[in-house]
């Protein structure tokens, strides 16, 4: 997906550099740590991003969504210079999602701007900056309010390639684990620092920051579950107790009498109708029962301080599917230089998938060392 926090959280790096630093956990993969080592990113060009929204604005309405292709330039900043030019406050600017800076991307932005005429928004556009489209909406555009995104990715400096040609075929067969991106979690994993010391009482006034550390707390619980489980080996097996997602909601079903683990429900699983989740910590009573609840309290008893936290904060169980496999992904591999083309869902992470095709890196050529 997307920068998703990086740019708010740039700002703590220094502060977390003082604080207690968190290994960087090494994630469990699905399909094996890869041989290939690779570049991502060396260029904007090499990472470019297109939101789907998955709705037309309806052409009326006091709210102006303008589309934005950006270069170099974060999320945040465009919504400045789009508050100056309509000369209102930054409250009335509002997008669907944070995009990443070194990248291309295009994205949507609303402007609130109740009885007034349309602002000239030309003087924004240089060589980094264009404005594809515009139009009246009648609602406002909310953070999450997008279907999905498109990414086209170069991975450049390949080295030891011999199996990726394979590694593709089962991503676009199996999918991969759906990790929170590192971004997410700050410098060191500062963040999560951060959420602990505001667990422990550290007032935080600014909304934005406290729900950053909320967020990042709750991912890496999530994160810590799902590697678990892959761990275990059991990514891609229906347990006793497991909650699974209707594909393509957010709702989702226990295991139980009820709905009990049969060849129907087995179909079902094979056909991607449901599928496996992790946690999303909150208050009430963990959702998966039996077996399943067993592997995901292991999987999070040494972090029962960030568990309780969120509950304190007033979070409720939710659940995340545990695998996410990108839609209609193309390739093209030479040498040295893989090029990617796929579509993921909100909240999913373009680089989740980049991690199990390649190292980032250059790979030692002596692989015998």
Not at 215 to 224: D, G, H, V, W
Not at 259 to 277: E, H, I, K
Not at 326 to 338: G, N
Request: aromatic share 8%.
């Amino acid at each position: 997906m997307t920068e998703q926090d990086a740019n708010i959280s740039q700002e703590h790096s220094a502060h977390s550099e003082s604080a207690a630093k968190i290994a960087t956990p090494e994630w469990a993969y699905l399909h094996g740590e890869p041989s290939a080592y690779g570049g991502l990113k060396r260029t904007p060009e090499d990472f470019k991003v297109r939101e789907d929204l998955g709705f037309a604005p309806c052409g009326e309405g006091e709210h102006i969504f303008l589309n934005i292709r950006k270069r170099g330039q974060n999320t945040q900043w465009i919504a400045r210079e789009l508050a100056r030019v309509a000369k209102v406050t930054q409250r009335e600017v509002s997008w669907a999602g944070l995009k990443d800076r070194h990248a291309v991307t295009e994205q949507w932005f609303g402007v609130h701007l109740p009885g007034k005429a349309e602002p000239d928004f030309s003087s924004l556009e240089n060589s980094d900056v264009q404005i594809l489209a515009r139009a009246r909406h009648n609602k406002k555009l909310k953070i999450g309010a997008l279907k999905g995104n498109w990414f086209e990715l170069v991975i450049t400096d390949l080295s030891h390639t011999a199996d990726l040609e394979t590694r593709l075929n089962a991503i676009a067969s199996r999918g991969v684990p759906n990790y929170y991106g590192d971004q997410r979690f700050g410098h060191h994993f500062g963040n999560i620092t951060h959420a602990r010391a505001m667990f422990n009482g550290r007032k935080v006034k600014d909304r934005t920051k406290r729900s950053l550390y909320l967020s990042a707390a709750r991912s890496y619980l999530f994160n810590l579950a799902a590697s678990h489980r892959l761990s275990a080996g059991l990514g891609e097996q229906l347990l006793a107790g497991d909650c699974l997602m209707l594909a393509g909601t957010q709702s989702f079903f226990t295991i139980n009498e009820d709905n009990p683990l049969d060849a129907t429900l087995q179909a079902r699983f094979a056909s991607d109708d449901v599928r496996l989740s992790a946690p999303l910590w909150g208050r009430s009573r963990l959702p998966s029962i039996e077996t399943a609840a067993q592997l995901e309290l292991s999987a999070l008893a040494e972090h029962a301080d960030l568990c309780q936290g969120l509950e304190n904060q007033g979070l409720k169980q939710e659940r995340r599917p545990l695998l996410l496999k990108p839609q209609q992904l193309t390739w093209q591999l030479a040498e040295d230089r893989l090029c990617l083309a796929f579509w993921l869902p909100a909240g999913s992470y373009a680089t989740s998938v980049v991690r199990e095709l390649v190292k980032d890196g250059v790979g030692n050529e002596d692989i015998s060392k």
